[in-house]
């Protein structure tokens, strides 16, 4: 499965933006989906994740209270709504999905459970 992502850019502290990961087939069905993102030296690190159907969602701490993951199953599109960005956000933010049937309620959280990756999209926050 192909993951697009798309919305990456430049913005300023305090300000917004959205992210879009499309999948480009709908040959499967796609179950938990999820945005990560990777600081230069850092880790890759969960940003949000969202189960199928969009009934249970998961963030990562940094992010609660500041990000919404949301989804669009009929477009095969999941969403990530970015508001208060810091500097600290700024990174690269790759989506992943997984159409292993774990359930409509589960969301997986670690990177490596996902065969499916977009692109990078990059997210740069200026003080």
């Known amino acids: 499965v192909q993951l697009q992502a798309s919305g990456g850019g430049w913005v300023q502290a305090g300000g917004s933006l959205r992210l879009s990961c499309k999948a480009l087939?709908?040959?499967?069905?796609?179950?938990?989906m999820a945005w990560f993102r990777q600081a230069p030296g850092m880790e890759r690190e969960l940003v949000a994740a969202i189960s199928r159907f969009g009934g249970t969602t998961d963030y990562g701490d940094s992010v609660k209270g500041r990000f919404t993951i949301s989804r669009e199953d009929a477009k095969n599109t999941d969403y990530l709504q970015m508001s208060s960005l810091k500097p600290e956000d700024t990174a690269v933010y790759y989506c992943a999905a997984d159409s292993t049937n774990y359930g409509p309620r589960t969301v997986v959280t670690t990177a490596m459970q996902y065969p499916y990756w977009g692109r990078g999209t990059q997210v740069t926050v200026s003080s």
């Open positions: 087939e709908d040959t499967l069905p796609l179950y938990s």
